[in-house]
């Protein structure tokens, strides 16, 4: 089991910015497509971004587009989450985990367990 821990979120007002942090623990993320999920109280898991091992290939969903970047630094073994234009709908619990890479693109679709994510609360 890939060990990743998610960070950075925290308590905005709507229009406000976060930036996630996804970091591993012994072991090198770079080996992995890395994407982030979502959980809503009351709703279903949602893959909101993923970025491929190499950072050249970067996928996000409709609800994000245009508001949300994904970037990574192998070297410090860290996959970012800029969010921008935050939206009182975005408050959910937020994960990052291993994502499926088919024919240089990542997919949405978690390969292993999701760590321990961090909590994005934006107020109206």
């Known amino acids: 089991q890939l060990q990743l821990v998610a960070s950075g979120g925290g308590l905005v007002q709507t229009g406000g910015s976060l930036r996630l942090s996804c970091a591993g623990s012994r072991f090198s993320l770079d080996d992995y497509s890395i994407g982030w999920f979502r959980q809503a109280p009351g709703k279903e898991h949602e893959g909101v971004s993923c970025i491929t091992s190499s950072g050249g290939s970067t996928t996000y969903a409709d609800s994000v587009k245009g508001r949300f970047t994904i970037s990574r630094d192998n070297a410090k073994n860290t996959v970012y989450l800029q969010m921008n234009s935050l939206k009182p709908e975005d408050t959910a619990i937020y994960y990052c985990?291993?994502?499926?890479?088919?024919?240089?693109?990542?997919?949405?679709?978690?390969?292993?367990?999701w760590g321990q994510g961090t909590q994005v609360t934006v107020s109206p």
């Open positions: 985990g291993a994502v499926r890479t088919t024919d240089r693109m990542c997919q949405l679709i978690p390969i292993d367990s």
